[in-house]
Every structure is written in C-alpha cells, then in structure tokens.
C-alpha cells in the first residue's frame, strides 16, 4: 500500500508543469550534406532629405561674465533667425556651452590670464537641404562666427534598407550557386542568415567657417547620394 502512495505522489510530481524560468530551449540544425557560409552585401542609393549643421557664436572678454553674456545674446539673435527661417523648435538642440580662459605666455614668465573665451553652438536639423544654404547666411548676419558641416543622412531609411536586405539575399544566393557548381554540387537551402546592421558610409562633414571678406557669395549646399548597406552572413546547405 505504502509504495502505491509513493508512485502515485512520484508520478503527481512529474506531472507538474516546470517553472517558464527552469525550461531550456535549444535550437539547432543539422547540415546533412556540405556546409557552405559566405558573406554578402546588398546596397542602394538614395538622395540625402536632411541636413545636420552646428552653428554657434564664439566671444572673448576680459571677464567670464562679460563673455559668457555677450554669447548669450548673439546666440539669442542667431535662435530668432532660425525660427523666422521656419525652423522648428524639434529640430534645434543646443550641443554645445563652454567657457575657457585664455593665458598669454612669455618667457620666464608664470602665464598671465588675459581674458575668457565663451561659445555656445545648436545642432540644426534642415528638412529643405536647398534652403539651408540661404538660411546659413542668415546666421551669420545674425551674429553666427562658427558653423560646421553638413551631415548629409536619409530621414527615414528603412525602406531603403529592406531594398538593400533584399538585394544582400540575393547576392549571397547567387554566391553559393557559383561555388556549389564549382564543386560539382548544389544548394539544398539556406540554414541560417545574420545580419550585422544597415550603414551608411558617407564622407565625414567638412567645416564651414564664417568668412566677412565672403559675405556676398551664397552658400550652396549639394545633397548629391548616399549610399546605404546591410551585410548579412549566410549559412547553405550543399549535396
């Protein structure tokens, strides 16, 4: 009677559901014929529709305050100019405010400090990459002595990138056909795909300086292409 209570509490237990954190799921497959990994890149083009610029005000006085409000109220200035352009508020973001002294070195001499240099930049995101050139001119009148860039990008590059996954499958397939008939073979399947991230390779941005001696030229801002890439590596399966 004794070892009936004991199955039948045994087999009570075994029929227990197992804890989600206890379970372990292992996924695996088996190549049964020739494995065959290679790597592929697909890529397609697309016109740049944004260009980020950094524009900032740079003051030097004899005091910090001084310098540090005389960038205050330039960059004001330069803020006002931004937003009768039409900028919005979303894309202005200050990414820069510092304050430095400023020593002058002589010859054994401890150096004497002579003064504060302030600047304060806003990164500005241009939706109308043609117009941004006009609107950088405006800046500068507007008291703007620093301005960097472009970064030339593709606002929303998802569809762009499945256009480049799509491709990337594509190459990499016609890659494994090519060695499974070199090899007397053919392919069976895909086992697996990786992917490791869309880029973007672009040139890095060049700076632009105000010029005064400049300011009856207009600045001119060329979106040209942009090249966008996603590199898989894929595993086949060859007999």
Request: glycine content about 6%; aromatic content about 4%.
């Amino acid at each position: 009677m004794k070892k009936a209570v004991l199955t039948a509490l045994i087999l009570g237990v075994a029929a227990l559901p197992i804890p989600a954190a206890a379970q372990q799921s292992t996924i695996s497959q088996t190549i049964a014929g020739t494995r065959l990994d290679v790597n592929a890149t697909g890529e397609v083009t697309r016109v740049p529709d944004i260009a980020i610029i950094t524009a900032g005000v740079v003051s030097r006085s004899p005091t910090a305050t001084a310098a540090l409000q005389d960038t205050a109220n330039r960059m004001q200035a330069v803020l006002a100019a931004l937003r009768r352009a039409g900028v919005e508020a979303r894309d202005i973001q200050t990414s820069n405010v510092s304050l430095n002294p400023e020593y002058r070195y002589e010859n054994n001499e401890p150096p004497k400090l002579v003064g504060y240099s302030a600047s304060n930049n806003v990164s500005v995101r241009f939706r109308d990459i043609k117009s941004s050139g006009k609107i950088l001119d405006a800046l500068v009148a507007q008291g703007a002595n620093q301005i960097n860039g472009p970064n030339l990008t593709v606002d929303k590059p998802e569809a762009a990138l499945d256009e480049a996954r799509a491709k990337a499958i594509a190459v990499g397939r016609a890659r494994a056909e090519l060695y499974a008939r070199s090899m007397g073979l053919r392919v069976v399947r895909i086992v697996s795909v990786n992917e490791s991230g869309g880029s973007y390779p672009a040139p890095p941005p060049m700076p632009m300086y105000a010029r005064a001696e400049a300011a009856q030229a207009k600045t001119e801002i060329e979106p040209g292409e942009q090249k966008l890439q996603v590199n898989l590596a894929m595993t086949f399966e060859l007999q």
